[in-house]
């Protein structure tokens, strides 16, 4: 462990405002036509129901460069649509990161005033010092973590396009 990683806190908030509506949030985080179009680009199933599975899928570009074909596993402990998500997380694409185990995210989808909603995401990271630093975009050419996902799927649900798009 780094000094760095081992400053990272156990329990991550990540937290954006979007001008969309609930509905479109949790259609953006729970639907694999959604969820290939910003972030790591890769389909998720999502069982919403308690004990249901949570899978994303790697895609052909992670899978050319050794990435399995499940990247991403869990359980949905808990699903409240389009206010709460609750679920079981583990990272599977590298072998130290699975050995530390299932994390826990929560997602939590407010609405405010003039159509703006805010999502929230908590990362409980008991345990999981590498997957703190993961998150966080701390690893060098693993992508930006939370903030860079939210920040994309932010930018898809205003604009129509990701952050990748022109």
Sequence with gaps: MTPKTARLATTQVFRVYIKASPEAIWAAITRPEWTIRYGYRVPTECDLRPGGAYRSLGSEAMRAMGAPAVVVDGE????????????????????????????????????????????????ELD????????????????????????????????TGKSLGEQ
Excluded: M, Y
């Design 127 to 158: 345990d999981a010092p590498k997957t703190a630093a993961q998150v966080t975009g701390e690893f060098q050419d693993a992508g930006g973590g939370w903030n860079w996902i939210l920040s994309d799927l932010k930018t898809l649900l205003e």
């Design 76 to 123: 949905v402990l808990e699903a409240d649509p389009p206010r709460k998500l609750v679920q079981t997380w583990r990272s599977l694409w590298d072998p130290e990161l699975a050995k530390e185990g299932f994390t826990r995210v929560t997602w939590e989808i407010d609405p405010q005033d003039g159509g703006t909603t805010r999502l929230t995401v908590t990362h």
